[in-house]
């Protein structure tokens, strides 16, 4: 029943925001507030690896690709 997940430290120094990985964790779900979009870019993210290598979080959708381990609605965490 528990999903796969991660714990990152995002830590703001100044305009920017350093992202680090710290663990896996393990993840109830949550019935009612789960969105399929969201679960289906996560669980992507995932499967291709690489969230160790996350060094940060961008507050906009100017990033790369290549470059963004995970995309939000205005937001990514990415690869320095």
Known sequence: MAKEGAVFRIERR??????????????????????????????EAFAKGGLQKVTRLYRNQEIPDERCWLRGSGWCLAYS
Request: proline letters at 7%; charged letters at 25%.
């Open 14 to 43: 100044g305009k920017d925001y350093l992202a680090y990985w710290i663990s896996p964790v393990a993840i109830f779900p949550c019935a009612g507030s789960r969105d399929e979009g969201s679960e289906r870019v996560l669980a």
